[in-house]
């Protein structure tokens, strides 16, 4: 063998003007690959590395507020920084409430255009509309923030918070007295800014369902909306939980447009119109002034809660979406 | 309901028509109500930012509060710097890791790696930022524009990773077995075939990503901090439009304010404009697929 | 996988191979001006099976393909020979889960040796597919020189004779020659799939195979291909698989053919003749069969 590949690698074709040394087909590989495949190995290592160091970092960060404060963080609401005192339960009550409402109105609102957009909507509206709803996530959050402040805000305070304050304040959480910030503006902000997630996610997961679905359905005679309730939102459930659930996500993590929006005091809200703070506006706010070390690490801890809770409901989320799509994101080729 | 919906009588059917149709004006309605905040908040920017929009803007950096004048100019030049170190920082890692999906990733450790990715993509900004103020402000003392930076990178990464995979996948095989045909090794095939021919995808990729990190001020609060100064040096606080946005925005100055409606339209438009840019694009994604 | 020196003795027992076979391996010697009367095995296909996963492909598949001579692959679709092909220059083994038995020798080389690389078998053994599929990022000269850019050839003067050598080989210069720098996806069909070929033989390998080149052109296209191949069959061993049977009568000098059997629902080789013989005279009643339009 290695005789033949030598009296191989010996022949030269002559070809036009030049030639090209006939190669043989055995000796030394190319190291190429090695390295080609190392780099490439070493660039999706450090996305891994940091992830294990966003949540190492936090950790050890806020290491003493987690001593100092145990368990009660999770529901005490007393935060008092002079003296030392940390509960970051008004955070996480503010946060929950401007979460869910913002999910609850999102996700209606989005699953129908998602609907609208795959089944009924020809492509020459179907298309800007996409654009609009993608133009809309495009827009950064402290912009909403402005706007938000700026604009909802002294219209909330002069004639839809009034408004909803005289018809519905029979129910004590209406009855409060309207502001430019304040748990409701925040959440119109939520739910506009987690619109296009829950939309664009919902869209593709709808689609993704097979038309075998559809016509078997249409076959036996229904209409399109039953069709709708028949066969595409069960076949695509899961996955538009797991669209609304990404839209949490959001939610959840969202900063600025909140911090300059939901009013910024501790203390947990009785009304809609009251001030608030979420975890990640808390962070915001307070972080660049803090009083102590203490006061440092007990905002490390908020963003520590934070961090585990988006990596649950993401986690969730992703595997939901998943289940559906499955098919499409993972096998392409080869 | 299988049943009824086979065997339906007519005034039935007539009703379900009916149903049918009320539905589907709730759908339209709720794209109507979809599109109205767009354009409420596209009127507001305009008819607030326009005012203030002027040379001085670009030319000036921030006055003194309460001064009134002054311009924009620190944070335009900084979001430029932390943006562009960002995209240098995070491409290679972000473009790296995508060929490793797709080329590496038909496995269990991909399909982890896979979903890593895509979890990162979905953690708060502002715990990023809390994360590198640990990693690289803290023990240097002093807020940099290169730790704001990082933390912009970090928010880069899985956005274009997961774009970068996607359009290697696009690309036909055929294009990889001829390639392979003329006795290319892999990482060759890769690195002169594949990643040429789905680099326009891979630029609307960078494209969505960079709309993205322009926009992000809570990544940079912690770490680049702001500066109503001009820096350029990398080791020091640097100022960017979001930041300055909210800081003006949050100060008492009805000058300020107007400055921050300007610079909001200035961002809007810089990251409408890089959206479109990406549609003009995704259109030349057409050639990608043959 | 053994590699031998000598395969043809332990070969002529094996009734399958009824090609006739004279003086046979001669290594060292130009391709050039070798005459037909003195054949050359080029490539020695020995004991070849295919597998895609746990499914097989291709059974035991032997047969010698000569130098500077057109050899056909034939049979109904799902029959391997394409995989056959394939596995002459370990394309086969891109796909997951794929892998081949036997030998196959390349000049008497084992080109699934133990030390043996697969991108060098390549180089050597270059291959022409379905549908043209000319890089899309690159212009014409680009495309006709790309094997040379991987394989890191030739000063820039160089490439560019070799460019225009490799276009008129395959007929195309004329065509192309003011418009080396446009893209080589503006091309025609028929055009693509001859730029594929220029780009093929610009290596200079010895070995070209064309997986039904032709099945994606027009008439007049496949016409100036099948002329091409009797004038590159003067410098390069031809291996052509093809479902067009006149097209296989027309080009090829040799013949085999391959159905999908029963037993094993995977390829054999029924018969491997000269191509003449093949047609008028087939030896296996299933050849006959197919030939005569009665099946496939």
Redesign the interface.
């Known amino acids: ?1 290695s ?3 030598r ?2 690698a ?2 030269a ?6 030639s ?1 040394p ?6 030394g ?2 190291v ?2 090695m ?3 190392g ?6 290592v ?3 590395l ?2 294990i ?2 949540f190492w ?2 950790g ?2 806020s290491l003493p507020a987690i001593r100092a404060n145990g368990w009660g963080f999770l529901w005490n609401t007393t935060w008092d920084p002079p003296k030392r005192i940390f509960g970051a339960g008004t955070f996480i009550v503010g946060t929950l409430i401007t979460s869910v409402v913002a999910l609850v109105a999102a996700s ?2 989005g699953v ?2 998602a ?3 795959v089944e ?2 020809p492509a020459w509206v179907a298309r800007p ?1 996409s ?6 996530a ?10 938000g ?3 909802l805000g002294g219209f909330i305070r002069d004639f839809l918070g009034p408004w909803i304050a005289q018809t519905l304040g029979f129910i004590p959480i209406f009855n409060g007295d309207p502001r430019i910030t304040g748990i409701f503006s925040a959440c119109i902000v939520l739910s ?1 800014m987690i ?1 296009p997630t829950i ?1 664009a996610v919902s869209r593709d997961v709808i689609a993704a369902v097979p038309g075998s679905q559809r016509e078997g ?1 249409l076959a ?7 069709m ?1 309730t ?1 066969s595409v939102l069960p076949y695509a459930r899961s996955g538009v939980l797991g669209a609304a659930i ?1 839209g949490l ?2 939610a ?5 447009a909140i ?2 929006v939901i009013g910024n005091r501790v203390g947990i809200p009785h009304t809609i119109f009251d001030p608030a703070y979420t975890m ?1 506006s808390v ?2 706010n307070q ?2 002034e803090v009083e102590n070390e203490a006061h440092r690490a007990a905002l ?1 801890e908020v ?2 809660l ?2 585990v809770i ?2 649950v ?3 969730i ?2 595997l939901l979406v ?1 289940r559906v799509t499955n098919g499409q994101n ?1 096998t ?3 | 309901m299988n049943r009824d919906a086979f065997v339906a009588t007519q005034p039935r059917y007539a009703r379900r028509k009916f149903f049918d149709r009320v539905m589907t004006g709730v759908m339209g309605a709720a794209a109507l109500v979809t599109v109205v905040p767009l354009l409420l908040i596209l009127f507001y920017l305009v008819r607030n930012g326009v005012g203030a929009i002027n040379l001085d803007l670009f030319l000036l950096d921030p006055s003194a509060p309460g001064r009134g004048g002054g311009g924009a100019r620190s944070a335009l030049v900084g979001s430029l710097i932390m943006v562009g170190t960002a995209t240098v920082i995070g491409t290679p890692i972000a473009i790296g890791c995508g060929i490793f999906l797709a080329e590496f990733g038909r496995n269990r450790a991909g399909t982890v790696l896979r979903f890593l990715v895509d979890v990162l993509a979905g953690i708060p900004s502002i715990t990023v930022g809390l994360f590198i103020y640990g990693l690289m402000v803290l023990p240097v003392r002093k807020f940099t524009a290169l730790a704001g930076a990082a933390a912009l990178a970090i928010i880069l990464i899985p956005i274009l990773a997961r774009i970068t995979e996607e359009m290697l996948l696009l690309v036909p095989r055929s294009l990889r077995e001829a390639a392979y045909a003329l006795g290319a090794p892999r990482w060759m095939t890769v690195l002169r075939i594949v990643l040429p021919t789905a680099l326009p995808g891979i630029m609307t990729g960078l494209m969505l990503a960079l709309s993205r990190i322009a926009g992000e001020a809570a990544p940079l609060m912690f770490t680049a901090l702001g500066n109503q100064f001009l820096n350029t040096d990398l080791l020091h606080a640097m100022d960017a439009l979001p930041l300055r946005i909210f800081y003006f925005a949050t100060g008492p100055y009805e000058s300020w304010h107007q400055q921050a409606w300007a610079m909001s339209l200035v961002l809007v438009a810089f990251i409408l404009f890089l959206s479109l840019g990406v549609r003009a694009l995704v259109g030349s994604k057409v050639t990608i697929r043959q | 996988m053994t590699s031998q020196q000598a395969p043809v003795e332990t070969q002529t027992q094996d009734d399958r191979m009824t090609a006739p076979r004279r003086e046979m391996f001669q290594v060292g010697e130009s391709t050039d001006g070798a005459s037909r009367d003195e054949r050359r095995v080029s490539v020695a296909i020995d004991h070849v099976s295919a597998w895609y996963g746990a499914k097989r492909a291709v059974t035991d598949v032997s047969l010698e393909a000569y130098a500077n001579s057109v050899t056909a692959l034939i049979g109904p679709s799902g029959c391997g020979k394409s995989t056959l092909l394939r596995c002459i220059n370990r394309m086969h083994e891109i796909n997951v889960g794929a892998r081949a038995e036997g030998s196959i020798r390349l000049e008497g080389a084992d080109v699934y040796g133990a030390d043996v690389d697969a991108t060098r078998v390549r180089q050597r053994i270059g291959m022409v597919f379905q549908k043209p599929n000319p890089f899309p990022t690159m212009s014409i000269a680009e495309n006709v020189a790309a094997g040379l850019r991987f394989m890191n050839i030739g000063s820039k003067s160089e490439t560019q004779d070799r460019v225009e050598y490799a276009l008129k080989a395959s007929a195309l210069w004329d065509e192309v020659k003011n418009d080396l720098n446009k893209p080589g996806m503006a091309l025609s069909g028929g055009q693509q799939q001859r730029l594929c070929i220029a780009r093929t033989i610009a290596v200079e390998p010895e070995v070209v195979l064309m997986d039904e080149p032709c099945s994606a052109l027009d008439p007049v296209a496949t016409l100036k291909i099948e002329d091409l191949m009797s004038e590159l069959a003067k410098r390069y061993t031809i291996i052509i698989v093809t479902h067009n049977l006149q097209q296989a009568a027309r080009v090829a000098d040799y013949t085999g053919f391959m159905l999908m059997e029963e037993s094993d629902g995977a390829g054999h080789l029924i018969e491997y003749s000269p191509t003449s013989d093949l047609f008028t005279q087939p030896k296996d009643k299933r050849t006959e069969d197919f030939i005569t339009g009665r099946f496939g």
């Open positions: 063998m005789d033949a590949a009296k191989d010996s022949l074709v002559e070809t036009g003007r030049t090209i006939r190669v043989s087909l055995t000796g590989r190319s190429g690959n390295v080609f495949a780099l490439v190995g070493v660039a999706a450090v996305v891994i940091l992830i160091g966003l970092e936090l050890d960060r209606a609102v129908l255009v609907l609208f957009l009924i909507a509309l654009v609009i709803v993608e133009l809309l495009a827009i950064p959050s402290v912009v909403y923030g402005l706007w402040v700026y604009v506009i619109l939309m359905v036996l005679g229904a209409t399109r909306w039953e709708i028949m990404l996500a959001r959840v993590g969202e900063t600025l911090t300059l990640a962070i915001a972080f660049t490390v963003a520590l934070l961090l988006t990596f409901i993401n986690v989320a992703r998943w993972v392409v080729q080869e």
